[in-house]
């Protein structure tokens, strides 16, 4: 399917004969994975480029049906075995790249209108959620996500003197900068809101004393699903006295646990 030229015909069929490939998760070793990084990063290129030849891209129903099996790819590398994805991040970045494919095609769906019912696209270890957000929904300053793989994510908003962390995954809280920011195109009022079962594609490389990435990765036990949130498409400015602040709810009560972040700057790392 990866030398198969992709054209508005056949893209769906491409796709969904790389999820079928890939249906066996666990027995997937590392270079398949990095054949179906490649194939990801193929299937946005082209859904870019096809947004940008006609305007609008591929119509809805097509968009659909390539995230069905995009998304269900994702999820079937997730089950692969640690040691496979580890071994090829090392060598070829290809979970970073498979990440960064993911963050790519959810951009396809900025069209939305106000609306709009809420896009999703859920699989057994991963869920993803694109959704225009009102400028007065955004001044209840709050927002919350269930993450309840493999069934539908969903994201609440409701005022932040509420106390929503019991029924919720994650909570986020949303700073005045932040609603400021809202303007009327839907684009720049996207929200898109992901779980992740396992950090299985979230492997950091260890760089080494000559500055050559090494095979040895840090031992991190997660203690709640891997959240990623993204809301329009503008800098915001104005974070430093009143931050985004995120409250987990730990999958284990007890120990010691700490809050990070994925820095994609740094070749994926936490």
């Not at 890939?22 to 990063?41: Q, S």
């Not at 075995?81 to 090829?88: D, L, P, R, V």
């Not at 959620?129 to 300053?141: A, D, L």
């Not at 009143?242 to 809050?259: A, D, E, H």
Request: net charge positive; glycine share 6%; proline share 2%.
């Amino acid at each position: 399917a990866v030398q198969t030229e992709i054209n508005s015909s056949n893209v769906v069929e491409v796709m969904q004969d790389v999820n079928n490939a890939t249906l066996e998760g666990n027995r997937l070793d590392a270079l398949d994975i990095r054949t179906v990084a490649e194939a990801l990063e193929n299937i946005v290129h082209f859904t870019k480029s096809e947004k940008k030849r006609s305007r609008q891209g591929l119509i809805r129903s097509q968009l659909h049906q390539v995230g069905d099996a995009f998304f269900g790819t994702v999820s079937n590398v997730m089950d692969a075995q640690s040691q496979e994805i580890e071994a090829i991040q090392t060598t070829s970045k290809a979970g970073t790249r498979i990440l960064a494919a993911v963050d790519s095609f959810a951009s396809q769906f900025d069209q939305l209108e106000e609306d709009s019912t809420p896009v999703t696209f859920t699989a057994k270890n991963i869920a993803l959620r694109m959704e225009c957000v009102s400028p007065g929904t955004m001044n209840k300053s709050t927002i919350s996500f269930r993450a309840l793989l493999p069934s539908l994510t969903s994201m609440v908003f409701f005022d932040s003197r509420q106390n929503k962390l019991h029924s919720s995954d994650v909570v986020v809280h949303l700073p005045s900068a932040l609603q400021s920011a809202s303007t009327r195109s839907c684009k720049e009022r996207m929200f898109v809101i992901g779980a992740y079962s396992n950090m299985k594609l979230f492997s950091s490389v260890s760089t080494g004393v000559d500055g050559k990435n090494s095979s040895r990765y840090r031992q991190t036990v997660l203690n709640t699903f891997v959240m990623s949130a993204t809301y329009g498409k503008r800098s915001v400015t104005g974070l430093e006295k009143t931050p985004i602040t995120f409250q987990f709810s730990l999958k284990k009560k007890g120990g010691k646990s700490k809050c990070v972040y994925w820095d994609f700057d740094q070749n994926g790392r936490w």
